[in-house]
């Protein structure tokens, strides 16, 4: 899993090759890409050097597991082979592809800064300054597709990183933020091999992902072990320290409403999260309110149309960045009005079979799911 935190230091002055407590960065680099260029795994964008398939990668990579991305990617190459292609699509084309990865505010960005990249003559900038510039790149973006693209000599620091860096140099603080952050990002962009940059910021993430793991590190199995402070001083189970938890619980109901062997569903509006994407009826419940309660005040004020509620098909239990959602899926009956799109762009009655052409936030598909089974 990455992180999207920003990270802005650069390499610094030649000579300062040494963090105060770390490994030396020659060391590290020779023991590195040697364990990397024997173990790493295969993916599809490895090995190339098409910055746009780099950055499509990159991009889909961010919070999300690679073996979860390969086939996202593959459709979405497959669909979107070119830089022009993608800033020629619809958005809902490019979002259809995105359901389910979550995120998709990601999407939205690659479009425009490929729209952008095109009036600027179509050549994706080479430089992680440049870079930085374009909708959606954060440093971690920038300095992938700077490093591993176009060989600049840029760090990429994701959540892996900072773990395997917090340990080899036995960090004390949060590696996250504030000063130990800082200390960290000086102390990696040291260490990127002049070299092999690319080579070098994927082999660190590939270390976290497959032998420096969160909760067991593999240390006998790591090629730095004998360059790593905190394995030399016992604390590799202590560092990073636990992130606290961000998340807030929330509780929504949704209806799915049938007639005629048709569902109805909404597409959420510019400006609210999820925007774009397509919903079953519902809402949140309120302090004091039963679920079929909140449920048919949702119907009531979003399409102006008084429901039955039924019986509830589904509870689902979704974990998105920054909340966990409880969603209680009823069957919904029609009893009085038309349904109009008050609170959504659009609404629509869709076959069930056809429900997998449109984009779902994630906790929706799982439900979608379990009504094409039924
Ligand atoms: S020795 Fe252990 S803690 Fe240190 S980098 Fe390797 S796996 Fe991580």
């Not at 364990?35 to 599809?44: E, H, L």
């Not at 998709?104 to 800064?113: D, G, P, Q, T």
């Not at 048709?262 to 004091?288: D, M, Q, S």
Request: contains cysteine; positive net charge; charged residues 25%.
């Amino acid at each position: 899993m990455k992180s999207s935190s920003s990270m802005r230091s650069q390499p610094p002055a030649p000579g300062s090759r040494r963090s105060p407590r770390g490994p030396t960065a020659g060391s590290l680099r020779r023991r590195l890409l040697a364990w990397f260029d024997q173990n790493k795994r295969a993916m599809p964008w490895r090995g190339l050097h098409d910055p746009y398939r780099i950055w499509v990668s990159e991009v889909m990579l961010q919070q999300t597991q690679v073996a979860t991305v390969i086939p996202y990617y593959e459709r979405f190459v497959a669909r979107f082979p070119t830089l022009e292609s993608l800033a020629r699509a619809q958005e809902r084309d490019v979002l259809r592809l995105w359901a389910g990865l979550g995120y998709y505010a990601r999407a939205r960005n690659l479009m425009k800064a490929a729209r952008q990249i095109v009036k600027q003559g179509g050549a994706i900038p080479g430089r992680f300054d440049q870079l930085l510039r374009l909708p959606g790149f954060g440093a971690y973006t920038a300095g992938a597709v700077a490093s591993i693209a176009f060989g600049q000599r840029v760090a990429c620091i994701d959540g892996n990183v900072i773990r395997v860096a917090a340990r080899l140099l036995a960090l004390p603080g949060d590696p996250r933020m504030g000063p130990p952050r800082r200390e960290l990002e000086a102390a990696v962009s040291g260490w990127v091999d002049p070299h092999r940059p690319g080579d070098f910021n994927q082999a660190l993430m590939e270390l976290g992902a497959t032998i420096c793991l969160p909760a067991t590190p593999r240390c006998h199995d790591c090629p730095l072990a004998r360059v790593c402070r905190a394995r030399r001083d016992g604390l590799e189970n202590a560092i990073p320290p636990p992130r606290p938890s961000r998340t807030t619980p929330a509780e929504a109901v949704v209806g799915v409403c049938r007639e005629r062997g048709r569902v109805l569903i909404a597409r959420r509006p510019e400006g609210k999260r999820f925007a774009g994407l397509w919903e079953f009826p519902g809402g949140k419940v309120n302090a004091g309110e039963s679920g079929p309660e909140a449920l048919a005040r949702e119907f009531m004020e979003e399409l102006g149309i008084r429901i039955a509620v039924g019986r509830e098909i589904a509870e689902i239990k979704h974990t998105y960045t920054r909340f966990r959602i409880t969603l209680r899926a009823y069957e919904a009956r029609r009893v009085a009005g038309v349904p109009r799109p008050i609170a959504s762009a659009e609404i629509r009655w869709v076959p069930v079979s056809r429900l997998g052409e449109y984009a779902f936030p994630a906790a929706n598909q799982k439900l979608i799911a379990l009504i094409e089974r039924s």
